[in-house]
C-alpha cells in the first residue's frame, strides 16, 4: 500500500528557496494555466526534415510555451507555436511547474519515471490527467486546498473555460475533480490501515504523520462539498454524497484513533469492572431495573410511536440513534472503509442490550468503542458518537480515584471541543442509567447545574421512576416544561409533546402539586386547541385518563373533584371514578363518586 502516488518518499526541504519558489507559483497560478501545465508536451524543433519529439521539460521565457526541449530551445530563433523570436541573451527557459514540483521533492521521482515508461504507447489522456492530479496532490499536502476549489468555479464551471482541442478539454471537466477525491481518499486510507496494523508502538511514532492525514481527508472533503454545493442535478452528485460520507468517516475513525493513540489505548489504566463479562452482566442488571421501575405506558403512546426512541437505558436509546443492527462487511456503500476496522472488532453490532445479544454494549475494548461508533451510522452524527464514547469511559472508571482517569475526560473534551456541560450530561445519563443509590444522588446534585433547555426530555421521567420527583421538577422548570405559553409553537412530533406532557403531571402529582398539576394541564390543553385544534381531544382524553389513574392509585381523589374541570374533562373524570368504584363499591372512589353527582 503506497501513499498518494505523487507525494514524495522523503520529505521536501520547505525552508529552501526552490520549495517556496514552487509553492508560490503553484497558489498564485492562473488555474487555466494550471491544466496546461499537466499537459504533457513534445518538442516540436525540425531536426533533420523530422520533429525532434523530445520529453519537454521547460517554458520558453519569451513567450511561455512549452514548445521546445532544453538543447532544441538553445539552438532555435523562434517559437515553434506562436513564431515569436528568443532573445539570445539572459535565461532562455524556465522549468515547467510539474518539473519545479518534482525537482524540489514535492513530487515523487518514481512517479514521474512511470509516465516516462508510458510515453508513446500510453494513453496520452490518462497521463496528463494523473499530472493533473499530482498538482492537486501538491496543494492538498500544503495546504492549499482552496485551489482546488476554485479551480472547480473557476474552470470546470466557466462556460468560457473551452478547448477545441480534446485532452485539454478533458482537463477541464470536472470529472477530473472527482476522480482525484476518490483516487486520494483510496490512497489515504491504504495509508491509515497500514499505520493501524502496524502496532502501538509504530502508531505512536507516528502521530505527526495521521495527523497530517486527518487535515488532508478533512481538506477532501472540502472539495467534494464545493462540487456538491457546485451541481444542482442529482445525477451528478449521487455518489459525491457517498465520498464525502466516506470520507468524514475516515477522519473521524481517524481522529479518535489519534487520541487512543496518545493514551495507548488505556492499556495502563485499570478499569473498575473485574472483567469485560462483570461489566456485560452489571449492564444487563441496569436494563432490569430499569424496567421494573419504568412506569405503565400511556394510553394511546404506542400508535404510531418511534420504535428508535424505546430504548430503556440512555445509552441503549443512543446507540439505536445511530441506527438499527448493521453490518458493512458486504455492504457495497462501506467496503471502502472497511480496512479500517480492526479484525477483533465486532462487524456486527446489536444496539438492543439484553442477556442473549451478542456484541452488544459494553464494548469489547476502545478500539472496538472507535470502530463501532465511528464507522458506523452518519457521519453527521459524530457529536452523538463522541457522547456515547464519553459515556463509555464514564462507565469504565467512575468509582476509581479521579486522579487515576479524570485526566482523560478533560483531554477527550480539550480535543474535540466538548464543553464542561456536555461533559456533565454525559456523565448524568451514565448515573441515570447505573442503578446503585451513590450514582443516583451524584445525578442529582449535578442536574441543577446543567439542566437547561437542551436538557434531555428523558431525565425528568428517569428521576420520577427512581422517586426523586423534587430533581424531576426543578429539571422541568430548568427545561421550560413548568408551563406552556399561549404563542409557543409545538415544534416536536404529537405524541413526543403529549409524552413531555404526561411526565410533567405525573411529577407535579407525585410532589403533591395537584392544583399545579392542573394549572400545567389547563395551559397544555390550551395551547393544543389553538394550534393543532384536531389534535385536542386525543390530548384531553390522555391527560385526564393519566390525571385520574395517578390520582385514584395515590388516594387523593378528594383533591381533585373540586377542581374546576370543563364538562368534555369531566366525562373522563366521571368515567375513571365509576370504574373504579365499580370494582370496589365500598371503597374511597365509591363514596367520592356521589359527591361528585351531588357537586355536579
Request: net charge negative; with cysteine; charged share 25%.
Amino acid at each position: 500500500m503506497e501513499a498518494l502516488p505523487s507525494s514524495p518518499r522523503h520529505p521536501p526541504k520547505y525552508g529552501s528557496a526552490a520549495v517556496q519558489n514552487a509553492l508560490e507559483q503553484l497558489a498564485s497560478i492562473d488555474l487555466i494555466e494550471l491544466s496546461k501545465e499537466a499537459r504533457i508536451e513534445h518538442c516540436r524543433a525540425t531536426r533533420d526534415l523530422s520533429s525532434c519529439g523530445r520529453y519537454v521539460q521547460h517554458v520558453l521565457n519569451s513567450c511561455g510555451h512549452a514548445s521546445l526541449c532544453a538543447e532544441c530551445s538553445q539552438r532555435c530563433d523562434v517559437c515553434p507555436i506562436c513564431r515569436s523570436p528568443i532573445p539570445d541573451n539572459g535565461k532562455r527557459v524556465r522549468l515547467r511547474l510539474y518539473h519545479k514540483c518534482l525537482e524540489v521533492g514535492l513530487i515523487s521521482k518514481q512517479h514521474d519515471e512511470r509516465f516516462q515508461e508510458k510515453e508513446g504507447h500510453g494513453d496520452p489522456v490518462n497521463m496528463d490527467v494523473q499530472r493533473l492530479h499530482s498538482l492537486f496532490d501538491v496543494a492538498l499536502q500544503n495546504n492549499l486546498v482552496s485551489l482546488i476549489c476554485h479551480y472547480i468555479t473557476d474552470v470546470c464551471l466557466d462556460e468560457n473555460a473551452v478547448s477545441s482541442d480534446p485532452l485539454l478539454a478533458f482537463l477541464l471537466d470536472e470529472v477530473v475533480i472527482k476522480d482525484w477525491c476518490k483516487r486520494a481518499v483510496k490512497a489515504l486510507i491504504s495509508e491509515i490501515c497500514t499505520i493501524y496494523r502496524s502496532g502501538l508502538e509504530t502508531m505512536k511514532s507516528k502521530l505527526s504523520q495521521m495527523q497530517k492525514f486527518a487535515v488532508q481527508l478533512s481538506g477532501i472533503s472540502t472539495v467534494v462539498e464545493a462540487m456538491i454545493a457546485s451541481f444542482r442535478e442529482a445525477a451528478h452528485v449521487n455518489d459525491l454524497h457517498h465520498l464525502i460520507e466516506n470520507t468524514m468517516k475516515a477522519k473521524q475513525h481517524l481522529e479518535a484513533m489519534i487520541w487512543c493513540t496518545r493514551h495507548e489505548f488505556l492499556e495502563k489504566i485499570c478499569s473498575r469492572h473485574a472483567s469485560f463479562a462483570t461489566w456485560s452482566a452489571d449492564v444487563i442488571e441496569r436494563k432490569k431495573s430499569a424496567e421494573e421501575r419504568q412506569w405503565p405506558e400511556f394510553s394511546g403512546k404506542s400508535s404510531g410511536h418511534n420504535e428508535v426512541n424505546q430504548g430503556i437505558l440512555f445509552i441503549e436509546q443512543a446507540l439505536q440513534n445511530l441506527g438499527g443492527q448493521q453490518s458493512y462487511r458486504d455492504n457495497e456503500e462501506e467496503a471502502e472503509i472497511t480496512c479500517l476496522q480492526n479484525e477483533q472488532s465486532a462487524f456486527e453490532f446489536s444496539y438492543t442490550i439484553d442477556q442473549f445479544s451478542v456484541n452488544s454494549y459494553p464494548f469489547k475494548n476502545l478500539r472496538e468503542a472507535v470502530d463501532v461508533l465511528f464507522l458506523h451510522g452518519g457521519s453527521d452524527m459524530v457529536i452523538a458518537k463522541q457522547a456515547i464514547f464519553l459515556y463509555y469511559i464514564f462507565d469504565r472508571h467512575w468509582t476509581r480515584p479521579d486522579s487515576e482517569w479524570r485526566y482523560l475526560v478533560d483531554d477527550f473534551a480539550a480535543t474535540f471541543g466538548i464543553s464542561c456541560r456536555t461533559l456533565l450530561e454525559c456523565l448524568v445519563f451514565y448515573l441515570l442509567d447505573d442503578h446503585s443509590s451513590q450514582a443516583l444522588e451524584e445525578a442529582c446534585s449535578l442536574l441543577p447545574k446543567i439542566s437547561s433547555k437542551e436538557t434531555h426530555p428523558k431525565i425528568a421521567q428517569v428521576l420520577l421512576e427512581r422517586q426523586k420527583p423534587d430533581v424531576a421538577l426543578v429539571v422541568l422548570k430548568c427545561t421550560g416544561c413548568d408551563s406552556f405559553s399561549a404563542t409557543a409553537n409545538i415544534e416536536k412530533d404529537g405524541l413526543l409533546c403529549l409524552s413531555e406532557a404526561v411526565t410533567a403531571i405525573r411529577v407535579r402529582i407525585e410532589y403533591g402539586q395537584v392544583t399545579e398539576a392542573f394549572m400545567f394541564h389547563r395551559s397544555y390543553c390550551s395551547r393544543i386547541k389553538e394550534q393543532r385544534p384536531a389534535d385536542m381531544m386525543h390530548h384531553v382524553e390522555v391527560m385526564m385518563v393519566e390525571f385520574c389513574e395517578i390520582c385514584i392509585e395515590r388516594n387523593i381523589v378528594d383533591r381533585i373533584i373540586d377542581l374546576p374541570w370543563d364538562s368534555e374533562e369531566e366525562k373522563y373524570l366521571h368515567k375513571s371514578l365509576f370504574d373504579s368504584a365499580r370494582e370496589a363499591p365500598t371503597g374511597p372512589c365509591g363514596s367520592l363518586l356521589v359527591v361528585f353527582y351531588l357537586q355536579v
